[in-house]
């Protein structure tokens, strides 16, 4: 019977634990946990212990006992001191009754509106670039998924109504959130999110009062917000209205802006698979053309190359739950009040479900061969009841940007030694320089 809980790691110090190696570099910390315990050992961040589990099996387990032995609300506290209370910060309870709006929101249908946002501010994007020139692509990212964003969420109009300040107050806010130290510290980040708060809120207020002044003149997501009721049939109340939209906008921003910079360089990185995804896109997309919902069904390879690249650079490299009754996992058993994590860049990299692991190889998803079938063996998406809501919106993004931007450019890689820059929000590569050269239309 499991009784002891699992084994800890070495290299802990006096009270903080693994807190500085896991400041350094939580990447290495849990690699080296990973090497010389298993798929399941503990590491002590502070007063917390936390059980790091690898592999589809525990991974399984952690995403179904969430809701029931696991809870993702204390987890994920660092969120709500930026974000407010809503779905995984709140109780499993108000979670499920503010399912049904979250849902309606990424509903199959709503996704036409989403990719014409897409293509409209890629190619914006792309135009704005002139014919020759040198960028840094995950700066440029960042910007990009912020526009995709907002488009798609506001209206067209989005750039009047969410102004630059509003972004920087964003920008505040995801700067300070902190995964290891109490949010309210007296820290200077912390200041400065707590005065940018308030005034995106009153931005987001305006927007809001704007879709209910004038509900026929708006198809977009606030109206949806405003218009689904959540499951026990009354509306979503305004301030969670806000709290919601801000915490979409964080949810697919760094880190669709990380994966699809990792995207980007990774298939610069690698010109036969760059070439495979080209011979794809140009023989279904028309230069220049809005990738359309029956062009994206055909390009099956570029799909691959983003689940790749979610394998091998996956930007939401941890999860987090907190254990509310003891949970056995393997021969061992996590006592309540301990947090466990999901390590997604441990769990992609087991030679038992990927050949060569190391390798990026989009072609390990054909039939043929059948790689990571196993619905808890690649996690970047997490999995489960809890599973990313905007996957699809995050993946029809990257597949956009990757065809629209290769097709029309000649795209040439400068940096020769990106590695992972850790964040607290999401990972994302350092800075991807690239030169490059508008191609003629008619290639
Ligand atoms: C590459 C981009 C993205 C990555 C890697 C990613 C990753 C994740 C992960 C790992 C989770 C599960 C967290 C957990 O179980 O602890 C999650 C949940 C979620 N994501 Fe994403 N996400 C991405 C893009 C997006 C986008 C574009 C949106 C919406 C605009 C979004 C909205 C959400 C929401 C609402 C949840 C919570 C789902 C729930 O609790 O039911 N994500 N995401």
Redesign the pocket.
């Known amino acids: 019977m499991a009784v002891s809980p699992p084994p800890m790691l070495s290299g802990g110090l006096p009270f903080i634990g693994h807190i500085p190696e896991m400041m350094r570099n939580r990447d290495r910390l849990f690699k080296r946990g990973h090497k010389e315990l298993g798929d399941l050992f503990a590491v002590k961040l502070g007063p917390m212990n936390v059980a790091v589990i690898t592999g589809a099996e525990y991974n399984k387990q952690f ?1 179904m006992e ?1 809701d029931k032995s696991l809870s ?1 609300k204390e987890g994920y506290e660092f969120l709500r001191a930026s974000f407010g209370e809503l ?2 910060t709140a109780s499993a309870e108000t ?1 499920y009754n503010q ?1 049904p709006v ?1 849902q309606e929101a990424f509903r199959r249908e709503r996704m036409v509106g989403y990719l014409n946002a897409m293509n409209i501010e890629v190619q914006a994007w792309l135009d704005s670039l002139g014919d020759s020139g040198k960028v840094d692509l995950t700066a440029e990212m960042l910007k990009l998924t912020q526009y995709v ?1 907002g488009h798609a969420f506001i209206g067209k109009d989005f750039r009047n109504e969410l102004d630059d300040q509003f972004w920087e107050h964003y920008k505040a806010i995801s700067e300070a959130l902190e995964l290891i130290l109490p949010t309210n510290l007296p820290l200077p980040k912390f200041f400065r999110r707590d005065r940018a708060r308030p005034k995106m809120v009153k931005t987001m207020s305006e927007v809001v009062a704007r879709r209910k002044q004038n509900p026929g003149q708006y198809d977009d997501l606030i109206s949806v917000l405003l218009q689904t009721p959540c499951k026990d049939g009354a509306p979503m109340d305004e301030q969670t209205i806000i709290n919601l939209f801000i915490g ?1 906008i964080f ?2 921003h760094e ?2 802006a990380g ?1 699809g910079a990792w995207l980007l360089a990774l298939l610069m990185q690698h010109p036969e698979h760059l070439e495979r995804v080209m011979a794809e896109v140009n023989e279904h997309v028309p230069h220049g053309a809005d990738v359309t919902h029956q062009m994206m069904s055909k390009l099956e390879y570029t799909y691959w190359a983003v689940d790749e690249t ?1 394998r091998l650079r ?3 490299d941890v ?2 739950r907190t254990v509310h009754t003891p949970l056995a996992v393997g021969q061992y058993q996590i006592p309540p009040g301990w947090r466990v994590m999901v390590n997604a860049a441990n769990s992609h990299m087991l030679e038992s479900q990927f050949s060569d692991p190391e390798t990026f190889d989009p072609a390990r998803y054909s039939p043929e061969r059948g790689e990571g079938k196993n619905p808890f063996a690649i ?5 489960g ?7 699809n ?2 993946k029809n993004e990257m597949v956009v940007i990757a065809a629209k931007l290769f097709q029309q450019f000649e795209v040439e890689l400068l940096s020769d030694d990106l590695r992972v820059v850790a964040g607290n929000g ?1 990972n994302h590569p350092s800075p991807v320089w690239v030169k490059y050269k508008r191609k003629p239309s008619a290639s």
């Open positions: 995403y969430t993702m779905f995984f979670y399912r979250l964003a979409l949810a697919g880190t669709t994966q979610t996956p930007s939401a999860q987090i996690v970047g998406f997490g999995g009841m809890h599973k990313c809501t905007g996957m919106f995050a999401a």
